[in-house]
């Protein structure tokens, strides 16, 4: 009887879905514990010169290492994070930490992604200038990734607040460009001074020829703007002789790097060509 029981009330919802309440219900009480006691790691992924040979940027990933649940990503806590009200502690901790790390490697650049909500909060510029100034990291050094999100909803608010980025130094990248509605109209009126290809793009671009001629396209057009152009998701170096070729700026994925912890950074920033052997393959 009670294993009936037992049975029949788990059966009432899709796996997925009772994972998905589960997940809910422990982000809502860890994170928050998790950001206050620094329980946060970021790992950092290589952003390499178009030639393959240096790191020209970082980008910071957040990762989220539970004591029982084991090594969480991003996409199964950030949009619960969002949700719940803890995206501005939580980005403030990644900012921070990013700018404290990266202060050690000079001389290139640190990304950071933001969330649209995050980047909504009436004090989101005022909390970027006051993380750099306590961290003492030069704003020329740092990129924000923003997303389509970030300026469908209220799209003055967004201009005014990029424009005040800019105008303390800071330079903004379009992230997964080319998976929104708008991203042409977005190019023209947004300062953004990079974009980023998303991988969806490269990830089909062997099998179809129209993939490939829509990469090219989009490189053509942002440097055509003005902008610098970074491919996501470089996995082969096929793909990397392709995109050389075609003229695009920077190139980041799996065939030079996927995230690492900054130990590993460290260690790439010390070789002279840290991709050597990616490049030979
Ligand atoms: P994103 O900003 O587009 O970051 C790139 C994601 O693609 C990362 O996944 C990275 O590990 C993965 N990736 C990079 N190169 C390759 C490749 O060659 N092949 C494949 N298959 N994947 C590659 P990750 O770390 O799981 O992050 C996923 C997303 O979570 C990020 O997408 C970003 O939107 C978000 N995210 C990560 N950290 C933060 C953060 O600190 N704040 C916010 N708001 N969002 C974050
Ligand atoms: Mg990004
Ligand atoms: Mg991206
Ligand atoms: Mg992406």
Redesign the pocket.
């Known amino acids: 009887q009670a294993k009936n029981e037992g049975r029949n009330r788990y059966s009432f919802f899709e796996p997925q879905m009772n994972r998905a309440l589960q997940m809910k219900r422990m982000v809502e009480e860890d994170l928050r514990n998790a950001i206050a006691s620094d329980q946060l790691l970021?790992?950092f992924?290589p952003q390499v010169s178009i030639d393959g040979a240096s790191i020209v940027g970082v980008?910071?990933?957040?990762?989220w290492p539970h004591p029982e649940h084991g090594m969480i990503?991003?996409?199964e806590f950030?949009s619960i994070a969002e949700e719940r009200g803890l995206?501005v502690p939580?980005?403030e901790w990644?900012l921070r930490r990013a700018c404290e790390q990266a202060r050690q490697w000079p001389g290139i650049k640190l990304a950071?992604?933001?969330?649209p909500i995050?980047f909504r909060h009436k004090d989101f510029v005022a909390s970027v200038i006051r993380v750099l100034e306590e961290t003492g990291f030069d704003a020329e050094r740092l990129e924000l990734?923003l997303?389509e999100g970030v300026v469908v909803e209220d799209a003055d608010a967004a201009e005014a607040a990029m424009m005040d980025l800019r105008a303390h130094g800071v330079s903004l990248a379009l992230?997964?460009f080319g998976t929104g509605y708008s991203s042409l109209i977005y190019l023209r009126r947004f300062a953004f001074d990079k974009i980023?290809i998303?991988?969806s793009f490269l990830?089909y671009m062997e099998a179809t020829g129209e993939s490939a001629i829509l990469v090219h396209s989009v490189v053509h057009l942002g440097r055509a703007l003005g902008l610098r152009v970074c491919a996501?998701?470089?996995?082969t170096a096929e793909q990397h002789r392709f995109l050389q070729a075609i003229g695009c700026h920077e190139l980041?994925?799996?065939?030079f790097s996927?995230?690492v912890p900054p130990e590993e950074i460290d260690r790439l920033l010390t070789l002279e060509r840290p991709f050597e052997q990616a490049l030979a393959a």
Do not use: M, W, Y
């Open positions: 970021l790992h992924q980008e910071a990933l957040v990762r990503p991003p996409s950030i995206i939580l980005s990644v950071v992604n933001v969330s995050q990734e997303t992230d997964d980023k998303d991988r990830e996501e998701g470089v996995e980041q994925g799996f065939l996927k995230g």
